[in-house]
């Protein structure tokens, strides 16, 4: 994730009303969670929004009945190099959209998620606090690590729907 230093990105706070283009990393491997974020995904475009999602699974290589679309899609290990950082064409792609707001449902300790955050070109990146990653993201929630993904999703997307309302209204 040292490249992160070596690259530039417009960055702005962006609250879900003025975005149009969003993004969502997340960890598919529970499939509770797959089905919450493509509900999620829905409610953003049921809003009107574009969205993509990518999500990874710890697995060599995706199941054959695991298939995307060009709006959500998935990688596994084989698409990760020897230091876990991913590499093919689609994430390439899904790095260099310059989404207005990123969501990053990942969970705190994944590389792979992580360094995709990290060379997002997304204006506004959204994530859980972490102290060691605040240079990641742009707006950090707090929320308690016990929490279920449900939780974490709805009180991101509450503080985004709330966040910057007066300057924009």
């Known amino acids: ?41 829905q409610t953003l475009r049921n809003m009107g929004k574009q969205v ?24 596994a290990l084989k698409e990760l190099n020897w230091y876990y950082k991913p590499s093919s064409q689609f994430i390439d792609n899904f790095v260099n959209d310059e989404f207005d707001i990123l969501f990053d449902f990942g969970a705190i300790t994944q590389l792979p998620i992580m360094y995709i955050n990290s060379m997002s070109k997304a204006k506004c990146k959204v994530g859980r606090y972490v102290e060691k990653y605040v240079d990641f ?33």
């Open 1 to 41: 994730m040292k490249q992160h230093a070596s690259y530039s990105r417009e960055r702005a706070i962006i609250n879900i009303d003025s975005a149009t283009n969003i993004g969502i990393v997340f960890c598919g491997d529970n499939p509770d969670d797959v089905e919450l974020i493509k509900s999620h995904v």
């Open 137 to 169: 993201y742009d707006v950090m929630v707090e929320v308690d690590k016990s929490k279920k993904l449900d939780y974490v999703v709805k009180t991101i997307h509450n503080y985004i729907m709330l966040l910057n309302k007066k300057a924009v209204s």
């Open 52 to 75: 993509k999602s990518l999500g990874f699974i710890h697995v060599k290589e995706l199941p054959l009945g695991l298939n995307g679309s060009m709006m959500h899609q998935y990688f």
